[in-house]
Nanobody, 122 residues
């Protein structure tokens, strides 16, 4: 079991930037960001594997960057050029034992943070 704690959410105007952080109590192979808007399913945003390879949803490619500091067990999500449709609760997730096909699929992750709210106004 890995405990995860997100921070960094907030309210910004469209075109602005935010950086989310997620501190993990231990190391895992996969660390990822998901988001969930009201009345919508949780969707994968970005993932990073143990070798540092990154994966992104098409909707955020070129705008979001996922990274991690292994020494600090901390995951980051730099979000630039934010749009109103990025408004959601953002969750950090971590796990191991699956391949890249599962990187952005919520059902394969068993460790989740409590979420942090991101609101983008037009």
């Amino acid at each position: 079991q890995v405990r995860l704690a997100e921070s960094g959410g907030g309210a910004v105007q469209a075109g602005g930037s935010l950086r989310l952080s997620c501190v993990a109590s231990g190391a895992t192979y996969w660390m990822s960001w998901f988001r969930q808007a009201p009345a919508k399913e949780r969707e994968g945003v970005a993932a990073i594997d143990g070798g540092g390879k990154t994966y992104y949803a098409d909707s955020v490619k070129g705008r979001f960057t996922i990274s991690k500091d292994n020494a600090k067990n901390t995951l980051y999500l730099q979000m630039n050029s934010l749009k109103p449709e990025d408004t959601a609760t953002y969750y950090c997730a971590a796990d191991y034992g699956f391949g890249s096909a599962g990187a952005l699929r919520a059902h394969v992750y068993h460790n989740w943070g409590q979420g942090t709210q991101v609101t983008v106004s037009s």
